[in-house]
C-alpha cells in the first residue's frame, strides 16, 4: 500500500530536520504545526450536507457543526472559509 505524497513530504520534512530522530520536547510544537485540513471530498460532503439539509445560508457555527459531523473533529477557520467559498452564493 502505497502513501499518499502528503504523507511522504512530511516524513522527508521531518528526516530532513532531525536526520538523528525527533527529540522528546520538540513532539508538541511539531504536531501543532501539522494541523489537520480540509480534503476536497470533505469540503463537498459537508456542502452537500448543508445543501441537502436546507441550512443555506448559513453562518460559521452552522458550517462548523456540518465539518464536526462529517470529520469528527474540530474544525479550523481555514476549513469554515474553504466551506463557504464552495457554498453556491444566493442560496
Avoid at 14 to 22: C, D, K, L, S
Avoid at 26 to 34: F, K, Q
Avoid at 48 to 53: M, Y
Amino acid at each position: 500500500m502505497s502513501k499518499p505524497s502528503f504523507v511522504e513530504a512530511i516524513v522527508g520534512w521531518f528526516r530532513e530536520g532531525y536526520p538523528q530522530g525527533v527529540p522528546a520536547q520538540d513532539y508538541v510544537p511539531l504536531l501543532a504545526l501539522l494541523r489537520r485540513r480540509l480534503t476536497d471530498d470533505e469540503v463537498a460532503a459537508v456542502v452537500a450536507e448543508l445543501i441537502s439539509s436546507g441550512q443555506v445560508p448559513v453562518d460559521s457555527a452552522d458550517i462548523g457543526t456540518s465539518i464536526t459531523k462529517v470529520t469528527d473533529a474540530l474544525p479550523s477557520e481555514d476549513d469554515i472559509d474553504r466551506v463557504r467559498e464552495h457554498l453556491p452564493a444566493g442560496l
